[in-house]
């Protein structure tokens, strides 16, 4: 059995209240992207783009590529401003990029205000998921539980409420300016109340004595040095095949079981929640189950019960059985993504940077595996497209060994 052992003096009290002060930056995450998500189409219609999805494609790129730049500055960003600022901040610009985009929208209909808010949205998001990340493997560690499975659950909460709060507003023709200029003021009050209760940087033991400052160039030097790390690329393999897995069924489950599997847009959307429902559960009770099993084992039998998955839904056959896939798939890759997020951290001092690195193979799979599947699609056809899923969960299966828990090392003074 390989767990998160206790290592903390801290009461019962202050650790739950920092546990939950990092459930709250998760779902504040999550309601941030679904709150953009679910006003596309307003956006689109107050900016006029009619029906083509291509304009939309190319705002929501900018908002992917200020994500990429979020997660790759985040560590030393990290390292020099500490998780308070850091986090805080990170949101603060999460709502300013949110509030942009309402009134460029509806107020001043500009693409590139609502562009240059997207890359805020994105940038802000990007570095506050390496941060609260690096924070939940730090109270995981110091409760001695697993933990991040339930906060990315988290993430999935902030998305559900993001989402009904975006369909609630739409049927209310509650104006977009409005309804995302509430929710950036609501992100900055809770990230604001929530930091309060999670412990400053040199409270932990991360470090003993207070550091020369380092210029950024060298930080950024010290955080890309990491990826020589063969054990943290084996990490990103598993993140790899997970998050491949979990962004393609996303945006293909559905519009999967109505072209390949020959049934309604309503049969498509009721697959597709249970996709979702089956990788929210996974999550949920994947910290107790880690715990007892460990992570490799964990790892392993979901990996395996995606493959099996996939096999399911697309050989197909009855529909019962494509729905039993798509269970198995969503349990499958639920919790591959913050089991990876754990191990990235374990053995180093340069934790951000780690998580940094897993991060990016693994945000870049959410953004890569779509319109991959799609290309592969149009040649192949959609279910046959699917195969180059499983084929990246076996290797994640393989790859499982990596994500064992090592000793966390002590730290080491750097140089001046």
């Known amino acids: 059995m390989s767990q998160p052992t206790p290592n903390s003096t801290r009461s019962r009290r202050e650790l739950s209240a920092w546990r939950n002060a990092v459930f709250v930056i998760f779902i ?46 985040s560590s030393p960003l990290l390292v020099r401003f500490g998780p308070h600022k850091g986090m805080v901040g ?19 209909h500009a693409v590139p205000l609502v562009a240059i808010g997207l890359i805020l949205l994105g940038f802000g998001n990007g570095m506050v998921d390496v941060m609260m990340n690096v924070e ?56 604001v ?34 990826w020589a790390d063969w054990r943290l690329i084996l990490i990103g393999v598993v993140m790899l095949g997970m998050a491949f897995g979990e962004g393609s069924a996303n945006d293909w489950v559905a519009l999967a079981v109505v072209d390949g599997h020959g049934q309604s847009n309503s049969t498509g959307a009721i697959v597709f ?48 059985v494509v729905v039993l896939g798509t269970v198995l798939w969503g349990l499958g890759v639920s919790l591959g993504f913050p089991l990876g997020m754990s191990a990235a951290a374990d053995g180093s001092t340069n934790t951000a940077a780690r998580v940094s690195a897993v991060a990016i193979i693994g945000y870049c799979a959410f953004l890569v595996g779509p319109p991959l599947i799609g290309f592969l699609g149009k040649e192949f056809g959609i279910l046959h497209a699917l195969f180059l899923i499983l084929a990246l969960l076996v290797a994640s299966l393989l790859a499982a060994p990596a994500v064992r828990p090592v000793k966390r090392e002590e730290p080491v003074a750097e140089p001046a």
Request: with cysteine; glycine share 16%.
């Open 28 to 73: 504040l995450s999550g309601l941030a992207l679904a709150t953009w998500v679910a006003r596309i189409p307003g956006v689109r219609d107050d900016l006029g783009l009619g029906t083509d999805p291509s304009s939309v494609g190319l705002l929501i790129l900018g908002m992917s590529v200020g994500a990429i730049v979020g997660l790759t500055v």
């Open 90 to 108: 990170g949101l603060v610009i999460v709502a300013v990029g949110t509030a942009l985009i309402g009134v460029g929208s509806t107020v001043l």
């Open 136 to 191: 939940g493997t730090a109270v995981e560690r110091e409760i001695g539980k697993t933990l991040m499975p339930l906060m990315h659950a988290c993430f999935s909460l902030g998305t559900v409420i993001g989402a009904g709060l975006g369909a609630a507003a739409a049927a209310l023709h509650v104006a977009v300016v409005w309804h995302l200029g509430l929710v950036a003021v609501a992100v900055v009050v809770a990230a």
């Open 193 to 226: 109340i929530a930091i309060r209760f999670i412990p400053r940087e040199a409270e932990l033991g991360d470090e003993a004595e207070e550091k020369p400052r380092v210029p950024f160039g060298q930080r950024m030097r010290t955080a890309l040095a990491v």
């Open 273 to 320: 929640g249970c996709f979702v429902a089956a990788m929210t559960v996974g999550r949920v009770l994947g910290g107790p189950v880690v715990d007892r099993i460990g992570r490799v084992a964990a790892i392993r039998i979901t990996a395996g019960m995606g493959v099996i998955g996939l096999l399911l839904f697309i050989l197909g056959g009855p529909m019962w």
